[in-house]
């Protein structure tokens, strides 16, 4: 599987299919056992090298990871200042311009991250990412927790943050329909061993908008990938029953 | 609001309900011991108590000089084991040979109640003052190890592994993140601390101190004098509040994120 620079592509699956451990390896969290990543055709992670982290690839993880003792602001300043990539003050301009830009975010600047709406810490969360100035975007089912309103807003700040910035996303998600959404190219992994069933190729037009979602084609490839994730849940579900039996 | 992190000062609303019921406590122990209910009989009133306290021991250096060595135990004993037990606390979370080195004996010593430490500490140390001072040390110090020694384990993966990401170094990591991680845990632990501590040295003053609040109050029982020993009693009940309110503070100053809910 190749992903090109500024793709926004979306890998869904069933749980367990280790859409998670694909990530945690894209990231340089966890081992390879076999096979290996390339980025710009520089191996990032073989079974033979160790993993390692870096801010080119940088993860909004499912549950929300901000820094709960920083502010909003302290924690997007966070990355660029502890790489010595800007002073303090630069930082902080750069960071209050990328909340500004994403949503009005610099109004909270000032507080604590427990203060904000799930949806406001997940936008800083990629603010965050974002000012590092990474190659890949790893977003790792970002938006599970949240009821189907916020949703629904957070797709829209997401595409446009996405519109304004232009940076390979990888989202992880098991919601088809928010993966073809948002996606170009929708990624269905089988159920365990993880391996790639189908690449769905999701051509339509950008800039999104809610009522895509009622398009023909829309629910053409909707259908499409239904039918390979259904199976592969089935899959997974029935193999689940035989283990607990 | 989320926008007025920076709040002023407030203070804090007047709780007529607590007034009223510290009001009715005395009311009830006066009438109690007026009524002559058993139990009470041998007890002073809440106005001897006053009388004698205003009389004898307002202007009695001795008196305040009890409450001094009581506040210098409890401080000393509490600072060397928040000193000691911080870092032993993470180096036990962070190290994992030491951890099992180190974990097994500080389980089995832990159990045992400080008072139970008060005989060897008084053969051990040289002096009195030094064996109270390591009780009272002892009373905070498993509490602060067992309290920091779990939260640096409860430390979120993505905390670590995102700082990573950003291109912190593992020192980094340390000051930045697992410092500010285990800091609630440290307050936690020191606000149970203070409470033992102050448990601790009253015990340890009565068995074998020649002065503070609690030889004050044990005094007062050896000689009959229970206007004395209530004394003794809400003394050492105002101090524990004083130092308590003194914790809370020093919490609030270290996690300025938490003061604003």
């Known amino acids: 599987m190749e992903i090109e620079p500024g793709d926004f592509v979306a890998i869904v699956g069933p749980s367990g299919c280790g859409k998670s451990t694909l990530m945690n390896i894209i990231a340089g969290f966890d081992n390879v056992t076999e096979g290996q990543v390339l980025l710009d055709g520089q191996p990032l992670a073989t079974a033979t090298t160790p993993p390692k982290p870096g801010s080119d690839r940088v993860v909004v993880f499912q549950n929300g990871a901000l820094f709960p003792w920083k502010t909003v602001l302290e924690n997007v300043m966070y990355g660029p200042v502890i790489q010595n990539m800007m002073t303090p003050s630069q930082a902080e301009e750069r960071a209050m311009d990328l909340l500004a830009k994403c949503g009005g975010l610099n109004k909270v600047a000032a507080s604590y991250p427990p203060q904000l709406s799930s949806g406001m810490q997940r936008r800083v969360e990629i603010v965050r990412a974002l000012i590092n100035e990474p190659k890949i975007l790893l977003l790792d089912e970002p938006f599970r927790a949240m009821d189907t309103v916020s949703k629904t807003v957070m797709h829209q700040h997401l595409l446009e943050m996405y519109r304004v910035c232009r940076k390979t996303i990888v989202f992880i998600t098991h919601d088809l329909e928010e993966a073809i959404y948002l996606a170009d190219r929708v990624v269905v992994m089988t159920s365990r061993p993880g391996t790639i069933k189908s690449i769905i190729n999701v051509k339509l037009p950008r800039p999104r908008t809610p009522n895509m979602m009622l398009s023909a084609e829309y629910l053409a490839l909707k259908a499409q990938a239904i039918a390979g994730v259904h199976e592969e849940a089935k899959k997974a579900f029935e193999r689940g029953e035989r283990e607990h039996a | 609001m989320a926008q007025d992190i920076k709040s002023k000062f407030r203070w804090p609303q007047f709780n007529w309900r607590g007034a009223i019921a510290i009001v009715g406590f005395f009311a009830a122990w006066h009438f109690f011991v007026k009524l002559g209910v058993p139990g009470f009989k041998e007890i002073a009133a809440p106005f001897d108590v006053l009388q004698t306290f205003l009389t004898r021991y307002v202007n009695n250096q001795e008196y305040w000089s009890s409450w001094v060595s009581s506040f210098k135990r409890v401080l000393y004993g509490f600072l060397i084991a928040q000193v000691l037990g911080i870092p032993l606390g993470l180096m036990l979370g962070t190290r994992e040979v030491f951890h099992n080195l180190a974990y097994p004996v500080i389980e089995i010593l832990r159990p045992i109640p400080p008072l139970a430490w008060v005989p060897i500490s008084i053969l051990f140390w040289p002096t009195t003052e030094m064996s109270i001072i390591f009780i009272c040390f002892i009373g905070a110090f498993f509490i602060i190890v067992i309290n ?66 609690g030889r004050l109050t044990w005094e007062g029982y050896v000689s009959h004098t229970v206007t004395v020993v209530i004394i003794g009693m809400i003394s050492i009940g105002l101090a524990g509040y004083l130092s308590t309110i003194v914790v809370d503070y020093l919490e609030k100053k270290m996690m300025p994120w938490r003061v604003v809910r």
């Open chain 2, 148 to 213: 920091v020694h779990d939260a640096v384990r409860s430390i979120k993966n993505e905390h670590i592994w995102l700082a990573q990401s950003l291109g912190a170094s593992s020192g980094q990591i340390f000051r930045r993140i697992m410092i500010p991680s285990v800091i609630p845990s440290i307050a936690v632990g020191m606000t149970l601390g203070i409470a033992v501590t102050w448990n601790v040295v009253i015990a340890a003053e009565m068995i074998s101190g020649g002065n503070g609040l």
